[in-house]
């Protein structure tokens, strides 16, 4: 039974007391009918039947990505990695559902595999391969963290100018008894 014939179908089952369905039916054998001639296009090799298809059902596509992945760029190149694989495998379309069925389930195949891929790549919060080194027994639960070669670079650097900053004051400080540490007592 093909798509359209299943849509003529349930259409008719409904019941026709209520308007808002027989028009929201009527839209849809509309829609998979489209639906049905763009993809025996498409099997017959024609790209802008497919361009039809992608414009039809973009926004649907990016929406379903974008609510597994939280990311506008992700989504829209997970879109468009689905339309690819969807595009080499419409000869396999049998149209025992619906195009846009066939087409969300490619789409959410993707999604989850880059997920996965990303997850194996990007390690997990809990690690056991990763060990703290040096912890203390009772020590703060978030170690202190060695500062990067740079960070301390410019440390050392603030360090420099502030113990030349001190120097110049010690230098003019007034001398109590004329040695070193007295300068620096009267100072502090």
């Known amino acids: 039974m093909a798509a359209q014939d299943r849509g003529t179908i349930s259409f008719l089952n409904k019941p026709a007391s209520d308007p808002s369905n027989f028009m929201q039916e009527a839209v849809n054998i ?6 049905v001639e763009l993809v025996k296009r498409c099997q017959n090799g024609d790209t802008k039947a497919y361009n039809e298809l992608v414009t039809r059902y973009r926004g ?3 929406a379903m990505i974008y609510n597994m992945v939280r990311n506008e760029q992700d989504a829209w190149d997970l879109a ?7 595009w080499k495998s ?3 379309f049998r149209g025992q559902s619906a195009f846009y069925t066939w087409l969300y389930r490619i789409m959410t195949n993707v999604t989850i595999d ?12 809990f690690d056991d391969s990763l060990e703290l080194k040096n912890v203390e027994p009772g020590s703060a639960t978030m170690p202190k963290a060695e500062l ?5 670079m410019e440390q050392a650097e603030i360090r ?3 113990d030349a900053a001190l120097e110049k004051t010690f230098a003019r400080a007034p001398r109590r008894g004329g040695d070193e540490g007295n300068r620096r007592a009267a100072i502090q």
């Open 114 to 125: 880059w997920l996965r891929k990303k997850q194996i790549q990007g390690g997990t919060e």
């Open 160 to 162: 420099k100018r502030i």
């Open 30 to 35: 509309t829609v998979e009918t489209e639906d």
């Open 90 to 92: 419409i000869a396999n």
């Open 148 to 152: 990067m070669p740079d960070a301390r």
């Open 80 to 86: 468009q990695d689905g339309f690819l694989k969807a």
């Open 60 to 62: 649907k596509v990016y």
